[in-house]
């Protein structure tokens, strides 16, 4: 049904409450690329309107380091849209200081713990090779 796919890399050795947070923030990373995978705005039964959500689906992957490396190297290979969350980030208080924490970090082999991509099936599916669905 889509010629593309979103999926979202997530480290398996996180605390639960850090997994969730870097999901939620490397989603809106994507939705933020790739505004035309964005769906319609939703209306409820009484007419209010609520914000658009992405068009399709997100796969939630639990990866470890090396899988992690090895999506981030074909991303950029690959030239797929990625959105990244390194470790340093969880000691940040805001935007802003992410981005330097994120500049900071080795061009070629950052400390990610979390990778969101978004791009041709068959890329994003060589890119997430030994990735498995998150339980």
Not at 35 to 57: F, I
Not at 84 to 97: L, S
């Amino acid at each position: 049904m889509f010629d593309t796919k979103v999926a979202i890399l997530v480290r398996d050795d996180l605390a639960v409450w850090q997994k969730l947070n870097v999901t939620a923030f490397l989603a809106t990373g994507i939705a933020g690329a790739v505004p035309d995978a964005m769906g319609e705005p939703y209306c409820d039964a009484a007419g209010r309107r609520h914000a658009r959500l992405l068009g399709q689906p997100m796969l939630i992957f639990a990866a470890t380091e090396e899988v992690l490396r090895r999506a981030w190297q074909q991303a950029i290979q690959r030239d797929l849209v990625r959105s990244a969350y390194v470790r340093a980030m969880f000691g940040t208080g805001h935007d802003a200081a992410n981005r330097e924490a994120f500049r900071a970090e080795p061009a070629d082999a950052p400390d990610l713990v979390g990778l969101a991509l978004h791009g041709p099936k068959k890329d994003v599916d060589k890119a997430t090779k030994g990735a498995a669905l998150h339980p």
